[in-house]
């Protein structure tokens, strides 16, 4: 039982390339999270899905997509990364029943 | 803006201490959820302990307590017998809207020296 698994766990783009991040879970959880985390900030979410098929914004969306194709795994795509995307990345599972997430363990990513 | 403050940004105590960590929050909600997670230098995140909002009895776990007032929008994390492995960020973080998502406060970095 892994969790929460988020690949790749380090990555380093030029300004203007592109990559997905990935998040898979195998808890069966409904929900399915995004966020980043800056130095001297909390959390805050780029996108969710509450459930297969459906995804919403959060508090930073720009220059993000994101793709739920399927319960287990949802994953964030830069298009055309920038530096101020520089960030730890955080996949995160809720399930339906309960008020909680369940975090992977982050993803480093530094655009240059 | 819905706003969740950790008025401590880092604290120091000596292991064994006990120690207590602050965070208000601001939401017009009734029921509600409120969290604090563990980060330490691993970058995970861990749930250290969870609190209904419409429960009055404040939420323990092992040496983890909380305070919580939720006329004050107050939710205090008190760590007792504190350990050398609590050394991390904390974060509070409650849900603040009808849709349950979290949002978190900016976190307080706690060391616990020898």
């Known amino acids: 039982n892994a969790g929460v698994t988020q690949t790749p766990k380090f990555q380093v783009l030029k300004t203007g390339q592109s990559m997905t991040l990935q998040c898979a879970q195998d808890?069966?959880?409904?929900?399915m999270y995004w966020y980043r985390q800056d130095p001297g900030m909390g959390l805050r979410l780029i996108y969710y899905?509450?459930?297969?098929?459906?995804?919403d914004k959060g508090e930073v969306p720009n220059g993000y997509n994101v793709s739920r194709l399927n319960k287990r795994e949802f994953s964030l795509r830069l298009e055309s990364a920038a530096p101020s995307q520089t960030s730890v990345y955080f996949c995160?599972?809720?399930?339906?029943?309960?008020?909680?997430?369940?975090f992977g363990p982050g993803t480093r990513l530094t655009v240059t | 803006a819905q706003t969740v403050t950790q008025s401590q940004p880092e604290m120091s105590v000596q292991e064994a201490e006990t120690v207590t960590l602050s965070c208000t929050y601001d939401?017009?909600?009734?029921?509600?959820?409120l969290f604090w997670y563990k980060q330490p230098p691993s970058r995970q995140m861990i749930l250290v302990i969870r609190?209904?909002?419409?429960?009055?009895q404040n939420a323990t776990e092992n040496r983890f307590s909380v305070n919580f007032q939720k006329a004050a929008k107050s939710f205090s994390l008190k760590i007792s017998d504190s350990q050398l492995g609590d050394t991390a960020m904390y974060f509070c973080?409650?849900?603040?809207?009808?849709?349950?998502?979290?949002?978190f406060g900016k976190g307080t970095r706690l060391h616990i020296l020898p």
């Open positions: 899905s509450a459930s297969e098929g459906t995804t």
């Open positions: 973080a409650p849900t603040m809207n009808r849709d349950d998502k979290i949002i």
């Open positions: 939401t017009s909600e009734n029921n509600y959820y």
């Open positions: 995160a599972t809720s399930p339906a029943n309960t008020v909680r997430e369940y």
């Open positions: 609190q209904e909002a419409y429960k009055q």
């Open positions: 808890m069966n959880h409904n929900s």
